[in-house]
């Protein structure tokens, strides 16, 4: 199991090896963030006074209050550290959710085939074409008066932005693998539809779908900061979310307070981009266009040239 | 007739009539979502304000005591004769908001493009050919982080760094300007410049630079990327090895060879940037409080207006899609092998 995670650091080398690397790491300390905030945040997300004494408001960063506190205030570092928890845990439900409606409603559609296939491309496309964030401002507009503002309808919201994606790509992976030969020897063996895309096509289409996913949440971690930022987010007394904290802190960014802006963009910024550098890396090593193997030592037979011709050959 | 002469505005008819259908379902997709979600739009908008008469007036005159499919034939013929409806909370036309302030998002987009361009294809060419050395790993991180930076974030440090300066970090124009220079084409910039007053304009483009700056540093990591992997692909072609081959200098061969055909791609992606400009463009309007279509949805959708929403989502889906189609245009008329 750990060598089989493991394998898309080994197979990779040099600058691919780095970024893959370097993505992992920074996710991990927002993971860890995430799951152990009660722990690690100095404070609760919305404390405003320890022991009896209230916090100052908009403070610079002292001993106390590490990265300062905010106009309502709270207390930074706290802030990001629970909201670590909030992105997170939106994000993977999103990208859980839509994974599991895109990828098999691909798969049937592409190898069904026929006028469903046709309708739910066009409406696939038609989602697609439209700009993310504002299919995003619309959901979230409308199911924050149902769900309220909470992680679940952001959640939702994200969802519907990322279906086509896993929709497109699963489908076209299945179209042109529906006429594969193993696909032809399966359905001569007498295996049923249900069989030939569950234990035969399956596997083969979901290939990519590991790093759609990883770029997906680094879209989604902005996506839902934008949300935030508009008003249409989580809402603040429910969880601390980086998108809303930065929009508190436009009316002070230029009287000159710079902490409310810059800590929350930075962890932003930071998770983005840790996430952007796993999907990177892991569709270089997934992608053979973009794959550059390790060289290995070429071992030649001595005896036997006929052999060796065929043996001896380098990998690249 | 040769087959050559005849595909070119053959293509272009097919991709405009396809444009029908694909602005439907999303006319449907806007329509279905906003119109048959729960709650009722009126006094979503104005509930508790108004008597129960009013509201049903209100709605009476929105003919949303109308059935279904009579709205959604409404809607749809309305859309066609670019009428938007009108919003619940002010009771103004949507095609009003959209004139009056379409013109300073149009100017901070095509402003972003500059800067983009600007920023992107020379860092991106750059990249290319210094491919995995340390400039290239530099330019793509600052790729990865400007896209990568939410867009509110990186124009809140843009105002941190100008704000001691006291350089305009706020609005379009001072009041002044917006008072003193008449409008004509309700675009700002241009009706300044009409106007003659140099100081006017001067004013308006210093207003300009940090939105424009910060959309366009959003959209420059996209041109990056493209123009570093089309040139390394350039790089790979067999005319580039002729060239090579010919003894060409490496300099004169990345110039004139590899650099054109690197380029062609940054007009089909130009295009498919409209999209996420358009959505960059919300956040910029509000974190720079710029009077264009993205500020009023943020503050139609505080008001919860669903019409002035409906409208303006109608609106950006539209011009999208036509954006979409100009460039399948362009791109059949420079390049060949698109129209077959």
Same mark, same amino acid.
Not at chain 1, 33 to 44: L, Q, S
Not at chain 1, 227 to 250: C, K, M, N, V
């Given at each position: 199991?750990?060598?089989?995670?493991?394998?898309?650091?080994?197979?990779?080398?040099?600058?691919?090896?780095?970024?893959?690397?370097?993505?992992?790491?920074?996710?991990?300390?927002?993971?860890?963030?995430?799951?152990?905030?009660?722990?690690?945040?100095?404070?609760?997300?919305?404390?405003?006074?320890?022991?009896?004494?209230?916090?100052?408001?908009?403070?610079?960063?002292?001993?106390?209050?590490?990265?300062?506190?905010?106009?309502?205030?709270?207390?930074?570092?706290?802030?990001?550290?629970?909201?670590?928890?909030?992105?997170?845990?939106?994000?993977?439900?999103?990208?859980?959710?839509?994974?599991?409606?895109?990828?098999?409603?691909?798969?049937?559609?592409?190898?069904?085939?026929?006028?469903?296939?046709?309708?739910?491309?066009?409406?696939?496309?038609?989602?697609?074409?439209?700009?993310?964030?504002?299919?995003?401002?619309?959901?979230?507009?409308?199911?924050?008066?149902?769900?309220?503002?909470?992680?679940?309808?952001?959640?939702?919201?994200?969802?519907?932005?990322?279906?086509?994606?896993?929709?497109?790509?699963?489908?076209?992976?299945?179209?042109?693998?529906?006429?594969?030969?193993?696909?032809?020897?399966?359905?001569?063996?007498?295996?049923?539809?249900?069989?030939?895309?569950?234990?035969?096509?399956?596997?083969?289409?979901?290939?990519?779908?590991?790093?759609?996913?990883?770029?997906?949440?680094?879209?989604?971690?902005?996506?839902?900061?934008?949300?935030?930022?508009?008003?249409?987010?989580?809402?603040?007394?429910?969880?601390?979310?980086?998108?809303?904290?930065?929009?508190?802190?436009?009316?002070?960014?230029?009287?000159?307070?710079?902490?409310?802006?810059?800590?929350?963009?930075?962890?932003?910024?930071?998770?983005?981009?840790?996430?952007?550098?796993?999907?990177?890396?892991?569709?270089?090593?997934?992608?053979?266009?973009?794959?550059?193997?390790?060289?290995?030592?070429?071992?030649?037979?001595?005896?036997?040239?006929?052999?060796?011709?065929?043996?001896?050959?380098?990998?690249? | 007739?040769?087959?050559?002469?005849?595909?070119?505005?053959?293509?272009?008819?097919?991709?405009?009539?396809?444009?029908?259908?694909?602005?439907?379902?999303?006319?449907?997709?806007?329509?279905?979502?906003?119109?048959?979600?729960?709650?009722?739009?009126?006094?979503?908008?104005?509930?508790?304000?108004?008597?129960?008469?009013?509201?049903?007036?209100?709605?009476?005159?929105?003919?949303?005591?109308?059935?279904?499919?009579?709205?959604?034939?409404?809607?749809?013929?309305?859309?066609?004769?670019?009428?938007?409806?009108? *919003?619940?909370?002010?009771?103004?036309? $949507?095609?009003?908001? &959209?004139?009056? =302030?379409? %013109? /300073? @998002? #149009?100017?901070?987009?095509?402003?972003?493009?500059?800067?983009?361009?600007?920023?992107?294809?020379?860092?991106?060419?750059?990249?290319?050919?210094?491919?995995?050395?340390?400039?290239?790993?530099?330019?793509?991180?600052?790729?990865?982080?400007?896209?990568?930076?939410?867009?509110?974030?990186?124009?809140?440090?843009?105002?941190?760094?100008?704000?001691?300066?006291?350089?305009?970090?706020?609005?379009?124009?001072?009041?002044?300007?917006?008072?003193?220079?008449? *409008?004509?084409?309700?675009?700002?910039? $241009?009706?300044?410049? &009409?106007?003659? =007053?140099? %100081? /006017? @304009? #001067?004013?308006?483009?210093?207003?300009?630079?940090?939105?424009?700056?910060?959309?366009?540093?959003?959209?420059?990591?996209?041109?990056?990327?493209?123009?570093?992997?089309?040139?390394?692909?350039?790089?790979?072609?067999?005319?580039?090895?002729?060239?090579?081959?010919?003894?060409?200098?490496?300099?004169?061969?990345?110039?004139?060879?590899?650099?054109?055909?690197?380029?062609?791609?940054?007009?089909?992606?130009?295009?498919?940037?409209?999209?996420?400009?358009?959505?960059?463009?919300?956040?910029?309007?509000?974190?720079?409080?710029?009077?264009?279509?993205?500020?009023?949805?943020?503050?139609?959708?505080?008001?919860?207006?669903?019409?002035?929403?409906?409208?303006?989502?109608?609106?950006?889906?539209?011009?999208?899609?036509?954006?979409?189609?100009?460039?399948?245009?362009?791109?059949?008329?420079?390049?060949?092998?698109?129209?077959?």
């Amino acid at each position: 199991m750990l060598k089989r995670l493991l394998a898309p650091i080994r197979n990779t080398s040099g600058l691919a090896r780095w970024i893959l690397v370097a993505g992992i790491l920074i996710t991990a300390v927002f993971v860890i963030f995430a799951i152990f905030a009660p722990w690690i945040a100095p404070y609760g997300f919305k404390q405003v006074s320890a022991n009896g004494v209230p916090f100052p408001k908009m403070a610079p960063p002292s001993g106390q209050h590490w990265l300062g506190t905010n106009d309502q205030f709270f207390d930074i570092l706290s802030r990001i550290i629970w909201g670590a928890r909030t992105e997170i845990t939106v994000v993977a439900l999103s990208v859980i959710l839509a994974v599991l409606v895109g990828v098999p409603v691909g798969l049937a559609s592409g190898f069904v085939g026929g006028w469903i296939d046709r309708v739910l491309v066009f409406l696939m496309d038609a989602l697609y074409a439209f700009p993310s964030l504002l299919l995003a401002i619309v959901f979230a507009f409308l199911l924050q008066g149902p769900l309220g503002g909470g992680i679940v309808a952001a959640a939702l919201a994200l969802t519907a932005i990322y279906i086509p994606q896993y929709y497109r790509v699963v489908r076209s992976t299945t179209v042109s693998a529906r006429e594969a030969t193993y696909v032809e020897a399966a359905r001569a063996i007498g295996a049923r539809n249900g069989t030939i895309m569950g234990r035969y096509l399956f596997g083969n289409v979901i290939q990519s779908v590991p790093v759609i996913a990883t770029l997906n949440a680094a879209d989604a971690i902005s996506i839902l900061a934008s949300l935030g930022f508009l008003g249409l987010g989580i809402q603040p007394t429910q969880a601390a979310e980086w998108g809303y904290d930065l929009s508190r802190a436009l009316d002070d960014a230029a009287a000159g307070i710079w902490w409310t802006a810059l800590f929350p963009g930075l962890a932003i910024v930071l998770l983005v981009t840790g996430l952007t550098l796993v999907g990177e890396g892991l569709n270089e090593t997934v992608n053979p266009t973009l794959r550059k193997r390790r060289f290995r030592k070429v071992v030649m037979p001595t005896r036997e040239p006929s052999t060796a011709l065929a043996t001896g050959e380098v990998e690249v | 007739m040769s087959a050559g002469s005849g595909s070119l505005p053959r293509y272009i008819g097919q991709r405009v009539l396809l444009v029908i259908p694909m602005i439907l379902v999303l006319l449907t997709v806007v329509f279905l979502l906003l119109r048959v979600a729960p709650g009722n739009p009126v006094t979503a908008s104005v509930g508790g304000k108004l008597s129960p008469q009013a509201i049903a007036l209100r709605e009476h005159k929105l003919g949303l005591d109308q059935p279904l499919y009579v709205q959604y034939g409404e809607y749809l013929k309305n859309v066609v004769t670019f009428n938007f409806g009108n *919003t619940i909370s002010d009771n103004r036309p $949507v095609i009003d908001v &959209i004139r009056d =302030n379409g %013109g /300073a @998002t #149009l100017t901070l987009t095509i402003g972003a493009f500059i800067f983009a361009l600007l920023i992107g294809i020379p860092l991106g060419l750059l990249a290319g050919r210094m491919r995995d050395t340390f400039p290239d790993v530099l330019i793509r991180l600052f790729g990865v982080v400007t896209y990568a930076a939410p867009i509110f974030w990186t124009g809140l440090m843009l105002v941190i760094l100008v704000a001691p300066w006291g350089w305009p970090t706020y609005d379009i124009a001072s009041p002044e300007t917006k008072f003193l220079v008449p *409008t004509h084409t309700h675009i700002l910039l $241009v009706d300044a410049i &009409i106007s003659g =007053n140099m %100081g /006017a @304009t #001067l004013d308006v483009l210093q207003h300009h630079l940090l939105p424009c700056l910060t959309l366009g540093l959003l959209l420059c990591g996209v041109f990056i990327r493209l123009v570093r992997v089309n040139l390394l692909q350039s790089l790979q072609g067999d005319y580039v090895e002729a060239a090579r081959a010919r003894g060409i200098p490496e300099k004169f061969v990345i110039r004139r060879h590899a650099f054109r055909n690197a380029l062609v791609p940054v007009i089909t992606v130009i295009g498919l940037q409209v999209a996420l400009t358009m959505a960059g463009a919300v956040l910029t309007e509000k974190t720079f409080n710029w009077p264009g279509i993205g500020n009023q949805l943020v503050k139609y959708l505080d008001a919860r207006d669903y019409n002035a929403v409906q409208g303006l989502v109608t609106f950006f889906a539209v011009v999208v899609v036509i954006a979409s189609v100009l460039v399948d245009i362009v791109n059949a008329l420079i390049d060949p092998r698109v129209r077959y």
